[in-house]
Structures are given as structure tokens and as C-alpha cells.
T-cell receptor, first 108, second 118 residues
Framework: GIQVEQSPPDLILQEGANSTLRCNFS?????LQWFHQNPWGQLINLFY???GTKQNGRLSATTVATERYSLLYISSSQTTDSGVYFC??????????FGKGTTLSVSS | GAVVSQHPSRVICKSGTSVKIECRSL??????MFWYRQFPKKSLMLMAT?????????EQGVEKDKFLINHASLTLSTLTVTSAHPEDSSFYIC??????????????FGPGTRLTVL
């Protein structure tokens, strides 16, 4: 099956700093999504991005499908950005396969 | 975005009892839903794929007789943990795939159910 690797596993930032999270996947995919898991466990959809670039406020994402990786950019980080960020991929309507996540801690 | 609900959000039960968890797509129809399990500080592990009107497909190592899945309508899937034991304690999350509209092919997740078996 597809392997999904996320890096770094942990990231500690000061408020206001920028960061880049990476997701590598081992095979071609039809879907790639980025999520933020809040402290209560809810997965918040950030981006549906099988290819190309999208931006939403301070967050943006880029997926280079031919090279099998995606990047999530967080600019001017805030304490509320803290939590676990997951990348997940699938093929042709199957279940999403998750990476192990990046745990982000932003301090004031 | 599309909304998925789960009920209950938290359940505590005695060892040997059965627990049913409901997953509903509130504003879209879902022919396919997925059930995941998450241990503390770990990633989500796929348990099974729930198909409306047919049998669920279980991942390797998941006991189908222990984790019963029913997908009786286009908006509801249920997971029943039968004869629960303490090792079944976990965070269970469902998701549904959108098959039409602006969120086509995107999957949305329920808020999860935290099961504690005493």
C-alpha cells in the first residue's frame, strides 16, 4: 500500500514565525488532503490539494504530484495554530491513508 | 464544507458489554464511509470501509465479528463494538466521501467517539 511520510515529527516555534511541513508519498494518488487535529480530536479540513497550489489566509499548500510530495506553509504563526497536522492520501475513492503527523507547538 | 456527526462523543462501559457508535452525513449523501481508530499521540489507522447496502470491507487484522458495521442508508453508518474489553478503549473516528458538488472527492470527518472500557 501507499506509504505517507511527514516531516518534521515535531516543530516548536515562537509566535510570528513561519514554518513548512512536508509530506512525501510513495505512489501516484487521486486525492491529498491536509488536516489540523484540534485538542478535542476533531480533524479540521485545511486543503484538498491533489496537485497545484492553494492559499487560505495564513496557510498555503503546494502539491507536486509528479515528484510525490506536498508542502504546507504556515505564516505568522499564532498560538492557536498549535496541534497536530496530518497529511492523507488515497487512490480512486478509497480510504485516506494518513501520515504520522507533525506536532506543532507555538509559544507566545 | 460538508458536515459529519458522530454519537456519542464519549462512552464508558463495562467489560463484556456492546457499544454502538453512529456516524451521520448531515448535508450530503455518502455511499461510502470509513471507520478509523486512533491511539494517544498516534496517527489514524483505517479499520474498515462501510458501503451502503452491502457488507463492509475490513482491514487486515481487524476482527469483523468484534467490530460490526452496518450502513443501512445513504446518511448513516454504525459501528458496534461487541463484547468490549479494556484493549478496545480508543478514539474512534468516521469519515465520509463527498461524491458531488464543490467538495467532490473530499473526505470529511466526524468529531470522534472516545470509548473507555472498564
Amino acid at each position: 500500500g501507499i506509504q505517507v511520510e511527514q516531516s518534521p515529527p515535531d516543530l516548536i516555534l515562537q509566535e510570528g514565525a513561519n514554518s513548512t511541513l512536508r509530506c512525501n508519498f510513495s505512489d501516484s494518488v487521486n486525492n491529498l488532503q491536509w488536516f489540523h487535529q484540534n485538542p478535542w480530536g476533531q480533524l479540521i479540513n485545511l486543503f484538498y490539494i491533489p496537485s497545484g497550489t492553494k492559499q487560505n489566509g495564513r496557510l498555503s499548500a503546494t502539491t507536486v504530484a509528479t515528484e510525490r510530495y506536498s508542502l504546507l506553509y504556515i505564516s505568522s504563526s499564532q498560538t492557536t495554530d498549535s496541534g497536530v497536522y496530518f497529511c492523507a492520501v488515497n487512490q480512486a475513492g478509497t480510504a485516506l491513508i494518513f501520515g504520522k503527523g507533525t506536532t506543532l507547538s507555538v509559544s507566545s | 464544507g460538508a458536515v459529519v456527526s458522530q454519537h456519542p462523543s464519549r462512552v464508558i462501559c463495562k467489560s463484556g458489554t456492546s457499544v454502538k457508535i453512529e456516524c451521520r452525513s448531515l448535508d450530503f449523501q455518502a455511499t461510502t464511509m470509513f471507520w478509523y481508530r486512533q491511539f494517544p499521540k498516534k496517527s489514524l489507522m483505517l479499520m474498515a470501509t462501510s458501503n451502503e447496502g452491502s457488507k463492509a470491507t475490513y482491514e487486515q487484522g481487524v476482527e469483523k465479528d468484534k467490530f460490526l458495521i452496518n450502513h443501512a442508508s445513504l446518511t448513516l453508518s454504525t459501528l458496534t463494538v461487541t463484547s468490549a474489553h479494556p484493549e478496545d478503549s480508543s478514539f474512534y473516528i468516521c469519515s465520509a466521501r463527498v461524491v458531488a458538488g464543490v467538495h467532490y472527492n473530499e473526505q470529511f470527518f466526524g468529531p470522534g467517539t472516545r470509548l473507555t472500557v472498564l
